[in-house]
């Protein structure tokens, strides 16, 4: 039963430039979220994707942006790269359920870093 | 502000000692705690969910929850050396988005 995967695992970018990081669920998971996680700190919410549509946000630029494929894949796109958004980008899959028992299961991170 | 406060640490504690992560979270209406563990380089995995008030047991690790004081705690009993990890406490309410708080480093001393 193949985990959530990612890719890259790392990249390296200089300011300005676009990135693009893919994602692909745990078999059986409908729901992608996406996470930056800065050194030292816990991750932090960037979107959540389901039934290809983005269902809550959280509070990052508009240069974040992502897409959900019928697959449940998923994208995160980065515009005008900025130094600060150097980090672990974490991919996180989940079967849709409603109510609090919705579990996340995270993959193994694309690294950034922004020169 | 939804937040979720962590001890930095570094807790240290000797092999085979219980080791004790604890976490308190601010809205009154969270619904579901998470425990992940993370090591250095890698990312996050889960280690224990929570849902009810009062202890959950899963082989050497305990979580408790205690909803009226906002607070959330990890017991790993017999520690490893393989158990040095920062460990993540992450809160949801609902379908909402998971709030974690910085994380907890624990080395175990062999």
């Known amino acids: 039963d193949a985990g959530v995967t990612q890719s890259p695992t790392h990249l390296i970018k200089t300011r300005g430039q676009q990135v693009t990081l893919r994602c692909s669920p745990k078999?059986?998971?409908?729901?992608v979220s996406w996470y930056q996680q800065a050194l030292g700190q816990g991750p932090q919410f960037i979107f959540q994707?389901?039934?290809?549509?983005?269902?809550q946000r959280g509070n990052f630029p508009d240069r974040f942006s992502g897409h959900q494929f019928p697959n449940y894949s998923s994208e995160l796109n980065v515009n005008a790269l900025l130094l600060g958004d150097s980090a672990l980008y974490l991919c996180?899959?989940?079967?849709?359920?409603?109510?609090?028992?919705?579990?996340?299961?995270f993959g193994p991170g694309t690294r950034l870093l922004v020169l | 502000q939804k937040e979720v406060e962590q001890n930095s640490g570094p807790l240290s504690v000797p092999e085979g000692a219980i080791a004790s992560l604890n976490c308190t979270y601010s809205?009154?209406?969270?619904?579901?705690f998470f425990w992940y563990r993370q090591y250095s380089g890698k990312s996050p995995e889960l280690i224990m969910s929570?849902?009810?008030?009062g202890d959950k047991e899963d082989g050497r690790f305990t979580a408790q929850l205690n909803k009226a004081s906002q607070y959330v705690s990890l017991l790993i009993r017999d520690s490893q050396p393989s158990d040095s990890a920062t460990y993540l406490c992450?809160?949801?309410?609902?379908?909402?988005?998971?709030?974690f708080g910085t994380g907890t480093r624990l080395t175990i001393i062999p």
């Open positions: 809205d009154r209406v969270s619904q579901s």
């Open positions: 078999s059986g998971h409908d729901t």
């Open positions: 994707y389901y039934e290809e549509e983005e269902r």
């Open positions: 929570i849902y009810s008030n």
């Open positions: 996180a899959s989940s079967f849709w359920v409603a109510g609090p028992q919705e579990t996340q299961y």
């Open positions: 992450a809160v949801k309410s609902g379908n909402e988005k998971l709030t």
